[in-house]
């Protein structure tokens, strides 16, 4: 059974999330019923055709518990597939996708929804670290010594560019181009355009890696609409079919017991050569790439295990222009996780999303000119697992 | 070998649990010596130690000690801190492969800036309530 995507929709990411003490808060619930109904709107379809609704597992910070249950009363939707919610750090999103999906190949039922919403911005960075750090690093070896979650990203940046004599100047160069994608999304929590200057003068968050080198805090809400491709051309209208997947954990946590090459980014190697051999494509023929990066180091890194660019040139190719907007090959279109919002546990839901804008040529002034191929990638640790999707425009 | 043990004027930030089995590296690591297991079968060398090899799933593993030398492999020095480390930050992690193969992770202490693939060797950070080790260049421990 194959799958499609038929309908999406997103709040711009940014801070929503009240605190205790205001008088009014903003509620979860309330944020991402409006959320599920755009989507379904979007598709076109009734929601009596919705047979099972997946969620990633909110936030500790999220008071109602049993959340996706809480949501099929909300919507007043009865379902004969699953509802549930699932969890796997950064690449939570892909796989509440990948539940989703799985439902409609199962032939249970034939469209589901793929959902959730992730607020945690007010809680202060340094209390919400003291929780991320034990999901980034083993709590007795690693957390003792202060790793935060993107320090194991600033040490890959330490050793690129050692092994391949690139300079700060070049990894930030990524930052200046998603950003300026992000100027031309709706959905981008970060939409002025900054220059190479600005980025390197922010002051320093994990050498070498400064504050628009980093990911910001984000809150976010997001709906994808999943259906067979056989439901999906009865509706007579554009949508995504999804042609190619890819998964790999590496069996580490954060580093390899033995030593090896961290910067190759083996899984998502793995990943991407079962992904591309599934769709029956290669890495030149896409069209553009919405990659999980929290950092420029990270696009750089994966750009080339996806083979977009060489080994060893993903800064320099960035630099030259090729993964901008009318480059070869874009990458990350809506910003990124840099500037368009990186609500960790929904953020890939927000790369599905840009691909079916793009995909449905509906990204207007960032619209890549007869998008035809995408791809997307989602990841854990330290790219120590990697879930890839190739996805394909039917027009 | 012996490792240099370098005081440290303030307690642990967040201090690992310990375990029946993980409390004889703690114990050895306060007196000195960094040890961990190894597969009597197949003789893959894990870190952090465990009580099975990982490699093979053989039990039980042997305990053996390490030279405390390596290599630099990668490093960052943090900033922005956990409020737990706020007091210490900015501080400077790193990854470090040693002699014997194995890549650990831990706190890199002196001269945040010795350059990647220098020389490394191991340390006892002795702190108020407990040991941590880490990893400073080769020589350099005071």
Same mark, same amino acid.
């Given at each position: 059974m194959e799958i499609a995507i038929i309908g999406a929709a997103a709040i711009p990411c940014g801070r929503h999330q009240s605190r205790d003490e205001d008088d009014l808060e903003i509620l979860e619930h309330e944020v991402l019923a409006g959320v599920a109904i755009d989507a379904v709107e979007d598709a076109g379809i009734d929601k009596t055709a919705i047979g099972a609704m997946v969620f990633n597992y909110p936030r500790a910070y999220t008071k109602q518990l049993y959340f996706g249950t809480f949501m099929a009363a909300q919507l007043r939707l009865a379902c004969d597939g699953v509802v549930m919610e699932v969890v796997g750090n950064g690449m939570t999103?892909?796989?509440?996708?990948?539940? +989703?999906?799985?439902q409609i190949r199962s032939g249970r039922v034939e469209v589901a929804l793929a959902l959730g919403v992730n607020f945690e911005t007010a809680v202060p960075a340094t209390t919400h670290m003291n929780r991320s750090m034990r999901a980034?690093?083993?709590?007795?070896?690693?957390?003792?010594?202060?790793?935060?979650?993107?320090?194991?990203?600033?040490?890959?940046?330490?050793?690129?560019?050692?092994?391949?004599?690139?300079?700060?100047?070049?990894? +930030?160069?990524? +930052?200046?181009?998603?950003?300026?994608?992000?100027?031309?999304?709706?959905?981008?929590?970060?939409?002025?355009?900054?220059?190479?200057?600005?980025?390197?003068?922010?002051?320093p968050i994990v050498e070498p890696l400064g504050l628009y080198e980093v990911p910001?805090?984000?809150?976010?809400?997001?709906?994808?609409?999943?259906?067979?491709?056989?439901?999906?051309?009865?509706?007579?209208?554009?949508f995504v079919r999804l042609r190619g997947t890819g998964f790999h954990h590496e069996g580490a946590h954060q580093i390899s017991e033995r030593p090896n090459a961290m910067t190759a980014f083996n899984a998502a190697r793995r990943a991407a050569a079962t992904a591309f051999a599934s769709a029956g494509t290669t890495a030149a023929d896409l069209d553009l790439a919405e990659v999980y990066a929290p950092c420029t180091i990270v696009e750089v890194l994966v750009s080339e295990a996806l083979g977009l660019v060489a080994d060893g040139q993903g800064?320099?190719?960035?630099?030259?222009?090729?993964?901008s907007l009318g480059g070869r090959i874009p990458i990350c279109t809506s910003g990124g996780l840099l500037s368009r919002g990186h609500p960790p546990f929904i953020t890939p839901l927000y790369s599905f999303v840009e691909i079916a804008e793009?995909?449905?040529?509906? +990204?207007?002034?960032?619209?890549?000119?007869?998008?035809?191929?995408?791809?997307?990638?989602?990841?854990?640790?330290?790219?120590?697992?990697?879930?890839?999707?190739?996805?394909?425009?039917?027009? | 070998m012996t490792l240099r043990i370098v005081a440290m004027p303030r307690r642990r930030?967040?201090?690992?649990?310990?375990? $029946? =089995?993980?409390?004889? =590296?703690?114990?050895?690591?306060?007196?000195?010596? =960094?040890?961990?297991?190894?597969? %009597?079968?197949?003789?893959?060398? $894990? =870190?952090? %130690?465990?009580p099975h090899c990982p490699a093979c799933w053989h039990r039980p593993v042997q305990w053996i000690e390490l030279s405390g030398h390596g290599r630099l492999y990668a490093r960052t020095t943090v900033h922005a801190a956990p409020g737990r480390f706020a007091e210490e930050a900015p501080y400077t992690v790193c990854i470090v492969d040693m002699a014997e193969n194995v890549r650990i992770a831990t706190r890199l202490v002196g001269d945040p800036s010795v350059a990647l693939d220098s020389a490394m060797e191991l340390v006892v950070l002795r702190y108020e309530d407990g040991p941590l080790f880490g990893a400073c260049a080769a020589g350099t421990a005071g």
């Open positions: 999103g892909g796989l509440v996708f990948e539940q +989703a999906a799985q980034t690093g083993d709590v007795d070896f690693h957390s003792p010594f202060g790793f935060t979650p993107i320090s194991w990203y600033a040490m890959d940046a330490s050793r690129y560019m050692h092994d391949n004599g690139v300079g700060r100047a070049e990894l +930030a160069q990524v +930052a200046v181009k998603n950003r300026q994608h992000a100027s031309l999304n709706p959905l981008a929590q970060f939409r002025k355009p900054v220059t190479l200057e600005d980025v390197l003068a922010q002051r910001p805090r984000s809150d976010g809400a997001a709906c994808l609409v999943l259906s067979s491709v056989d439901f999906a051309r009865t509706l007579d209208r554009p800064a320099h190719a960035c630099m030259a222009g090729e993964t793009q995909l449905r040529h509906r +990204a207007g002034r960032r619209q890549v000119a007869g998008a035809s191929l995408g791809i997307t990638t989602c990841e854990l640790g330290n790219y120590n697992a990697a879930l890839i999707h190739i996805f394909e425009a039917m027009p | 930030a967040y201090p690992p649990r310990m375990s $029946a =089995f993980t409390r004889t =590296f703690w114990e050895e690591l306060a007196s000195g010596r =960094f040890i961990t297991t190894q597969c %009597p079968e197949c003789g893959d060398i $894990a =870190f952090p %130690p465990k």
